[in-house]
């Protein structure tokens, strides 16, 4: 029987088995993959979002209502704990709970995120510090354009200074500051306002959302805004740009902050010395 004049070389390939002539016998083998099959090995193409099960919402709803209550709406204020408990302590406690319960609900999902430093760490990490430094030169110049060569500080880091002076409670305050609640308000802010709901918004719309809420949280005068709102922009554009990357966006933020507490350390022991 002549062969179909109509059937191509790639469709017999894609179709038909590959076969080993050996002395018993031609051997059936697996059918040749195609050029556009996927190489094992090879890092697979993102999917598309998928919605939220039942226990995807009882996780956002058990952390992130408690946390926007506190720090977003201040809806609970800080003063239902005892009136002898010190700002630092009360903020210690509450940091430590939210810290805990985020690591419980996305821990694992935050240490898979790590996979993306396995190709070109240096050139990733050295991207974070190229962008702190442009983000700090946009921030003084802003700044400086607004206030001229004094301008004020922020009283979100006029608390910090203040807790960071706290003895032994101000050293487990800047752990909190440079480590821990960088990775809660990355949790919040980030992967669930912008990657968990991106299924039901369009992305441009929650990361506008999330930077703006991310600057209204840390602020207490419209005038911070100056100083939180690029932050607020780079973490997003980190966030989005890496694939949603939460571990990546978390250590732009711990940079951020670790740099900033080791600044005030520094100033600190300046004027003491002095």
């Known amino acids: 029987m002549s062969p179909d004049p109509s059937a191509s070389p790639t469709e017999e390939t894609g179709t038909t088995p590959a076969t080993m002539t050996s002395p018993q016998g031609p051997t059936v083998t697996e059918p040749l993959p195609l050029p556009t099959d996927a190489v094992s090995g090879e890092a697979a193409l993102a ?8 226990s995807d919402w009882a996780r956002i709803a058990i952390f992130g209502i408690p946390y926007a209550s ?51 760490p240096v050139r990733k990490i050295a991207l974070l510090c190229g962008l702190w430094l442009l983000t700090t030169m946009v921030q003084g110049a802003i700044r400086l354009s607004i206030y001229g060569p004094n301008p004020p500080v922020a009283q979100n880091q006029q608390g910090v200074v203040s807790a960071l002076s706290d003895n032994a409670l101000g050293l487990t305050f800047a752990f909190f500051v440079a480590i821990g609640m960088p990775l809660v308000e990355e949790i919040f802010y980030r992967h669930i306002l912008i ?12 990361g506008s959302i999330s930077a703006f809420l991310f600057a209204y949280m840390h602020c207490h005068e419209w005038q911070d805004m100056t100083m939180y709102l690029p932050v607020g922009i780079i973490l997003t554009l980190v966030y989005i740009k890496s694939g949603k990357n939460i571990a990546y966006s978390w250590m732009y933020h711990a940079l951020n902050n670790s740099i900033m507490v080791g600044l005030m350390f520094a100033m600190q022991g300046a004027l003491q010395n002095v």
């Open 47 to 54: 999917s598309s979002p998928k919605h939220l099960t039942r």
């Open 195 to 206: 990657g968990k709901l991106s299924p039901y918004a369009p992305t441009w719309l929650l």
């Open 70 to 120: 506190f720090f977003l709406l201040d809806i609970i204020p800080t003063s239902i704990f005892p009136a002898s408990w010190n700002a630092t302590l009360v903020n210690v406690i509450l940091d430590s709970i939210f810290l805990v319960m985020a690591l419980a609900f996305f821990g694992r999902e935050v240490l898979s995120a790590f996979s993306y430093l396995r190709r070109r």
